[in-house]
């Protein structure tokens, strides 16, 4: 108990390059009501981003979000085209992901911060269709090429590494 509640030691870079796994990095995310960071983490090397405008990805994301829950929000009787979908979700890939794109390994893990907590990374396409006829797999998903997995802070997983896997497995 004590431990839980005054052990206010935060995760440190080093710490988790040590315990991150082959082929794995960590993505984690911060976002303030005026400025935003992004910090990649790989085995040997760090990426410290700045998103230009929170209040705009904010906004983004809770069109995309609508977009999934309710399709017809968008003022149209049809549900929306792969195209319409992978235009949107390749500006989010383009503001949360590409400024660490030398990161992105084949696993990554996301430590999401604000409403970056409320995007569903597995939906993300990483480029636009190149065509208005493109189908649903022809879209440029995320997930062809990486795994996701994600954690509540970057402490957090570097407890539960600690304690449940001392061989540093995802």
Do not use: C
């Not at 990805?57 to 792969?82: K, Q």
């Not at 979908?85 to 604000?114: H, M, N, T, Y």
């Not at 990374?121 to 440029?140: G, P, R, V, Y």
């Amino acid at each position: 108990y004590y431990r839980l509640k005054y052990d206010l030691r935060l995760a440190d870079v080093k710490s988790i390059q040590a315990q991150l796994p082959a082929a794995t990095s960590m993505i984690a995310y911060f976002m303030g009501d005026k400025k935003a960071f992004i910090f990649g983490i790989g085995a040997d090397e760090l990426i410290f981003s700045r998103i230009e405008d929170p209040a705009s990805i904010a906004e983004r994301i809770e069109a995309y979000r609508h977009l999934m829950t309710d399709p017809y929000l968008e003022n149209s009787p049809t549900l929306p085209s792969p195209s319409h979908f992978s235009g949107r979700s390749a500006l989010l890939f383009q503001d949360l992901l590409e400024p660490i794109q030398p990161l992105l390994s084949s696993r990554f893990l996301i430590v999401p911060d604000g409403i970056i907590g409320y995007l569903p990374f597995e939906t993300l396409t990483k480029s636009e269709a190149q065509n208005t006829e493109a189908h649903w797999a022809d879209l440029d998903w995320l997930t062809q090429d990486h795994a996701l997995s994600y954690a509540y802070s970057a402490t957090q997983w570097l407890e539960m590494q600690k304690r449940e896997n001392p061989s540093g497995d995802l």
